[in-house]
């Protein structure tokens, strides 16, 4: 009897055990368990509403110059890593500000931003004429650096240092521009050839020189400069011309074949034209009215200029009948030029690889690339291409999504696709961000980016 | 099957012996048209035992939409089908907020994370950046020299294609729904699997800084199929599957003879 209550008290206390859930069931939870889990799980947050998009820099190309800002390329930090002479894809490089405006010269390149801080321009590269101001050396405080390895900062002679903006910046073969809002034009570099703007002094020694010329003589205010390979090309608010240095190709456009050293009004075809962009790289320069007519002088042996005349070096600025529409945007490269319609269309016409296969080698009719290269069709209808950029014997298209084409000789890794070889026609760059502008110079690329989220 | 009336019991010739017409006795060969008795169905059984059905590209279990299978003597139009490297289309369906084992919504939990920065805009910048990159590859793995006249031709256009084996390519997507949590993305891909598109939707969802996980995976179209010629449960019979695979004939032999030549 008693042993019979026992076992009838330890059934009850289990059965009490199980009911007040001390004691769990085993097997595989069950549906309700599985949501009460997921209900009490921790939430996390990457990203809050507030959350902005970041602006990037990218570069790509050949490194030994110094060009790409990175100098873990050129000198490794440690002992077994090997010095990289070619950046084939987009490499990121971290910049202390916005960057606003970048330009590629011939082995060195240009970084400018909006801000007010004093430090506004930062330059790397190729320094032997200085056309990055002067870079002071730390091993020797009287000379300056030959090659810059990472953005410096070149100290502008800025009247009012705290309120001057930097718009816009442009590098030629061996010279620079820095375009500010209230106190002109800066020039630097070599001025063999009177490209910076001031007279030509016999036997000047370029390297390692502090002189930064400023020029304040146009019309109205500047508002966008453009290097050529050995000249300057000056854009007024009034959509008036100026140009300076070597024209021996006839693309300072001045009636003349000589140097000129001081910025003077071009007249030809473009006298009393208002002229909304300009654009040269090598010895050709176009320009783009408001109401999207095409003018073009300089070099023409290669028939950038072929359309309108036979001779191989045109010194005034004639206008090219093209009828490919209105004409948004032009650029300029070494052998061939492309232009933008307002249809978001892209022309090229010149010598070399311009994108429509291997066996268009040279035409002197623009002839239209297949908007499907750009990722136009039935699926995607509104991709328009929004900017056009040429280096050398390279062409870049923006599109409106953000995305950058590029196509022409690779020299030494400029296109940035990851393969060596050439590209006969548009291919698509891979780039961790929505690329805002591009900037193409001999043999190397920078972008300005910005991130996704 | 084997009750709807068959083909015509095969004919010949035979030289059978008959009374000669006139002499009396003589045996004269006639030729005459027989029915071959071997061909009978009481000599033979039914005609169809068994039927050897094939499968064309793999659908999971937890995907649903178009499967094409083939009969008989159309696994031999299947293998040809899958030559052709034809784009499949699926409806894709996702939810923010949640990261799982293995993709879906069904698996365990890894992670829950907050969505409501994601706006429609940032989706469809990702969605073109994955388009580009899928580009790319198309080119790449298509095995053509790309310095050569035709490629250009064949890009122009938009025909290049890999013809073999390849990873899996996305050649086009768009979003076609989107309210927070929820989202819908139209998918045309090559040589893909399911899986692969559940993981497509949680590496959006890590893209955007949070997370997603994939809840209805459904194929609309694969090669000249669509959802119009598929047959649903209710008419799996022997008439509509007679009917279907009469309907898609053309289609097919059309689609082949441009493909493969």
Not at chain 1, 148 to 166: G, M, N, W
Request: charged share 20%; hydrophobic share 35%.
């Amino acid at each position: 009897q008693d042993g019979g209550s026992l076992r009838g008290a330890m059934a009850g206390v289990a059965r009490r055990l199980l009911r007040r859930g001390l004691g769990v069931a085993a097997g595989p939870p069950s549906t309700r368990q599985l949501r009460e889990a997921d209900e009490a799980a921790p939430v996390f947050q990457y990203a809050g509403k507030a959350a902005r998009r970041k602006d990037r820099v990218f570069v790509w190309g050949f490194s030994f110059s110094g060009a790409l800002g990175i100098p873990s390329f050129v000198r490794p930090d440690a002992g077994c890593k090997k010095p990289r002479r070619i950046q084939p894809t987009p490499y990121r490089l971290e910049t202390e500000e916005k960057i606003s405006s970048a330009a590629c010269g011939y082995g060195f390149t240009l970084l400018a931003s909006n801000t007010r801080d004093i430090t506004k321009v930062w330059g790397m590269g190729l320094n032997k004429d200085s056309q990055l101001g002067f870079q002071r050396s730390r091993r020797d405080q009287t000379k300056g650096y030959e090659y810059v390895l990472e953005p410096s900062p070149i100290p502008l002679p800025l009247e009012k240092p705290q309120q001057t903006r930097v718009l816009q910046v442009s590098c030629g073969r061996a010279h620079s521009l820095v375009l500010t809002d209230s106190e002109g034009v800066f020039t630097m570099g070599n001025n063999s050839y009177g490209q910076c703007g001031r007279k030509v002094v016999e036997d000047e020694i370029y390297s390692g020189s502090h002189l930064i010329h400023q020029l304040k003589e146009f019309d109205s205010r500047v508002v966008q400069v453009v290097c050529g390979q050995d000249h300057s090309l000056f854009r007024t608010k009034k959509g008036t011309v100026y140009a300076c240095g070597w024209g021996a190709d006839g693309q300072t456009g001045l009636g003349h074949y000589n140097i000129t050293s001081v910025p003077t009004k071009l007249h030809g075809d473009i006298a009393g034209v208002n002229i909304v962009q300009v654009s040269s790289y090598g010895d050709c320069c176009l320009a783009v009215s408001d109401e999207g007519d095409v003018f073009g002088w300089g070099n023409s042996e290669y028939l950038q200029l072929a359309s309108v005349t036979e001779t191989t070096q045109v010194n005034v600025p004639r206008h090219l009948p093209f009828k490919i529409g209105k004409v948004k945007e032009a650029a300029c490269g070494g052998t061939g030029n492309i232009v933008l319609t307002e249809e978001g269309n892209v022309f090229v016409w010149g010598y070399g690889i311009l994108g429509k296969g291997p066996n268009l080698i040279e035409t002197a009719v623009p002839e239209m690339i297949p908007p499907s290269f750009f990722g136009r069709s039935d699926f995607s209808p509104d991709i328009r291409v929004a900017h056009v950029r040429c280096g050398l014997s390279q062409f870049a298209a923006l599109t409106n999504r953000g995305e950058l084409f590029v196509w022409g000789k690779n020299l030494r890794g400029c296109l940035g696709t990851g393969r060596m070889e050439d590209h006969y026609f548009p291919w698509r760059v891979t780039v961790p961000g929505e690329v805002v502008d591009v900037a193409c110079g001999v043999d190397h690329m920078v972008s300005m980016v910005r991130s996704f989220t | 099957l084997n009750a709807a009336p068959g083909r015509a019991l095969r004919q010949r010739v035979r030289f059978l012996p008959a009374p000669a017409p006139g002499s009396g006795g003589a045996v004269e060969l006639v030729a005459a048209r027989v029915p071959v008795l071997a061909d009978h169905p009481l000599v033979r059984g039914p005609r169809f035992r068994k039927l050897k059905i094939g499968a064309g590209h793999r659908l999971d279990v937890k995907a649903s939409g178009v499967f094409v299978l083939g009969i008989g003597h159309g696994n031999k139009l299947l293998t040809d089908l899958y030559n052709c490297h034809l784009t499949k289309v699926y409806t894709v369906g996702g939810l923010f907020g949640k990261a799982t084992d293995d993709f879906s919504d069904t698996g365990n939990l890894v992670e829950k994370t907050t969505f409501d920065h994601i706006t429609r805009e940032k989706l469809e910048r990702i969605l073109a950046v994955i388009q580009g990159t899928n580009q790319k590859a198309l080119l790449m793995y298509s095995n053509i020299d790309m310095k050569t006249q035709e490629a250009y031709e064949l890009a122009v256009k938009g025909l290049i294609r890999p013809m073999g084996k390849s990873p899996p390519i996305i050649t086009a997507v768009r979003c076609l729904q989107f309210a927070l949590p929820e989202f819908q993305l139209e998918i045309h891909c090559l040589h893909e699997t399911q899986q692969y598109l559940r993981k497509m939707v949680h590496e959006i969802g890590l893209e955007l800084k949070s997370s997603a996980v994939c809840t209805q995976v459904r194929r609309i179209r694969d090669g000249v199929f669509t959802v119009d010629d598929a047959l649903p449960r209710t008419q799996w019979n022997l008439q509509s599957i007679q009917e279907a695979i009469r309907n898609c004939q053309l289609k097919v032999e059309t689609e082949l003879e441009k493909t493969l030549g």
